[in-house]
C-alpha cells in the first residue's frame, strides 16, 4: 500500500483495488445517497429529515469548507471504475487528538466486496506510519456488518454504552 502525507498536509492513500482521497465538491450526491440509506436505527441527527436536510447543496459547502488534514474522511474510489463509492478515515473523536476514531460508510450497491475492510487496512497503515498508539472506533451492536469489519482489522470491544438508539460498541486497537 501507498503511503499518505504528513500531519496537517493532504492525505492520498492507495490500495490495489481502491484511492482514498478528498471528497470532491461533484461527489455530494454520493454522500447524501449514503445518507438517505442509513438504517432507521440510526440517530436522527444522522439522516435525512423531514425536510430533506441535508440537501446535495449542504454537502457540496460542506465539501468546500473542508480543510486538508491529517484526520477527516476520505473519499474511497475504485480505480477500476473511477467512481466513489463512501468513505473512510480518522475522524477527531472524545479521546483526544492522539486517539482518533476509524470511521468508514458505504452505498450500499457496494457492501460485502470487502471495500471497507481494504479502505480501514489503508487508513490504520497510514495511522501508525504517522506515529499514532491507538485508535478507536464506535459501532451500535446491531451493526454486524461493521462489527465484522472492525473486527477483521483487529478492533477489539472495550466498553458498551447504553444509548436511545441502542447499545454503542467502544473498540479499540494498538498499532
Given at each position: 500500500m501507498a503511503g499518505g502525507a504528513a500531519r496537517g498536509r493532504e492525505v492520498v492513500l492507495e490500495t490495489d483495488r481502491l484511492l482514498l482521497r478528498p471528497w470532491r465538491v461533484g461527489e455530494a450526491a454520493i454522500q447524501r445517497e449514503m445518507w438517505s440509506e442509513r438504517d432507521p436505527r440510526v440517530p436522527p441527527h444522522r439522516r435525512i429529515d423531514a425536510d430533506g436536510h441535508p440537501t446535495v447543496a449542504d454537502f457540496e459547502e460542506a465539501i468546500r469548507a473542508n480543510k486538508p488534514s491529517s484526520v477527516g474522511l476520505l473519499a474511497v474510489e475504485r480505480k477500476a471504475g473511477g467512481d466513489a463509492i463512501g468513505y473512510c478515515g480518522l475522524v477527531?473523536?472524545?479521546?483526544?487528538?492522539?486517539?482518533?476514531?476509524?470511521?468508514?460508510?458505504?452505498?450500499?450497491?457496494?457492501?460485502?466486496?470487502?471495500?471497507?475492510?481494504?479502505?480501514?487496512?489503508?487508513?490504520?497503515?497510514?495511522?501508525r506510519?504517522?506515529?499514532?498508539?491507538?485508535?478507536?472506533?464506535?459501532?451500535?451492536?446491531?451493526?454486524?456488518?461493521?462489527?465484522?469489519?472492525?473486527?477483521?482489522?483487529?478492533?477489539?470491544?472495550?466498553?458498551?454504552e447504553e444509548a436511545i438508539y441502542g447499545n454503542n460498541l467502544v473498540t479499540t486497537v494498538r498499532l
Amino acid at each position: 500500500m501507498a503511503g499518505g502525507a504528513a500531519r496537517g498536509r493532504e492525505v492520498v492513500l492507495e490500495t490495489d483495488r481502491l484511492l482514498l482521497r478528498p471528497w470532491r465538491v461533484g461527489e455530494a450526491a454520493i454522500q447524501r445517497e449514503m445518507w438517505s440509506e442509513r438504517d432507521p436505527r440510526v440517530p436522527p441527527h444522522r439522516r435525512i429529515d423531514a425536510d430533506g436536510h441535508p440537501t446535495v447543496a449542504d454537502f457540496e459547502e460542506a465539501i468546500r469548507a473542508n480543510k486538508p488534514s491529517s484526520v477527516g474522511l476520505l473519499a474511497v474510489e475504485r480505480k477500476a471504475g473511477g467512481d466513489a463509492i463512501g468513505y473512510c478515515g480518522l475522524v477527531d473523536g472524545r479521546h483526544g487528538e492522539q486517539e482518533p476514531e476509524l470511521a468508514f460508510e458505504f452505498l450500499r450497491r457496494f457492501w460485502g466486496q470487502g471495500y471497507a475492510t481494504e479502505a480501514s487496512w489503508a487508513v490504520l497503515d497510514w495511522a501508525r506510519s504517522s506515529g499514532y498508539k491507538r485508535l478507536w472506533a464506535s459501532v451500535w451492536d446491531w451493526n454486524t456488518a461493521s462489527r465484522r469489519v472492525l473486527a477483521k482489522v483487529g478492533f477489539t470491544e472495550t466498553d458498551r454504552e447504553e444509548a436511545i438508539y441502542g447499545n454503542n460498541l467502544v473498540t479499540t486497537v494498538r498499532l
